[in-house]
T-cell receptor
């Protein structure tokens, strides 16, 4: 079974600085997808960024980018120019190709200070 | 922007009672899901639903659980006889049409907090 591990329960960053959230996963599959979801306080989870495992190029969405290391099974999220609105719980998730189930990590709470 | 909605936001029930959690997915979506998160633990997949039938389910989704799309807009999760360990946040999600092999985003609702006493 696939597992996702987020080793940082909480991270802090100052506004305008850069922060990296870590995620590792365990799988024997070669075709899969990886996601970062953001959950602001009392709000629903929203997708931040996604990565197809067959793509070597790291995904980027504005201030958010990933460092996808397939051999190391690592999928970290970098947030550049952090903003107060980035404060949230961030979940890393895995999905096998051909299936719908998302497997989540335990989440990292990101605190952003002015 | 369309959103997944869930009702109620908080449900309190007594052990052994039946409970129905309701979700309204985004209107043109065809895949529907339930997840749950016990306090302090990971978000866990329960079930996915497509074309009026269950397409995947986890080992958590036993005979006490059922899902239904009764009227083409609502998507419900029923727990027949609740247990204390069913206390959790239950999230509904939906995703648009597409092949299973594509990384279709799952859009999540805000959750229903179920408390079993």
């Amino acid at each position: 079974a696939q597992t996702v591990t987020q080793s940082q329960p909480e991270m802090s960053v100052q506004e305008a600085e850069t922060v990296t959230l870590s995620c590792t996963y365990d799988t024997s599959e070669s075709d899969y997808y990886l996601f970062w979801y953001k959950q602001p306080p009392s709000r629903q989870m929203i997708l931040v960024i996604r990565q197809e495992a067959y793509k070597q190029q790291n995904a980027t969405e504005n201030r958010f980018s990933v460092n996808f290391q397939k051999a190391a099974k690592s999928f970290s999220l970098k947030i550049s120019d952090s903003q107060l609105g980035d404060a949230a719980m961030y979940f890393c998730a895995y999905r096998s190709a051909g299936f719908q189930k998302l497997v989540f990590g335990t989440g990292t709470r990101l605190l952003v200070s002015p | 922007e369309p959103e997944v909605t869930q009702t109620p936001s908080h449900q309190v029930t007594q052990m052994g009672q039946e409970v129905i959690l309701r979700c309204v997915p985004i209107s043109n979506h065809l895949y529907f899901y339930w997840y749950r998160q016990i306090l302090g633990q990971k978000v866990e997949f329960l079930v996915s639903f497509y074309n009026n039938e269950i397409s995947e389910k986890s080992e958590i989704f036993d005979d006490q659980f059922s899902v239904e799309r009764p009227d083409g807009s609502n998507f419900t999760l029923k727990i027949r006889s609740t247990k204390l360990e069913d206390s959790a946040m239950y999230f509904c999600a939906s995703s648009p049409p597409g092949q299973a092999a594509s990384p279709n985003e799952q859009y999540f609702g805000p959750g229903t907090r179920l408390t079993v006493t």
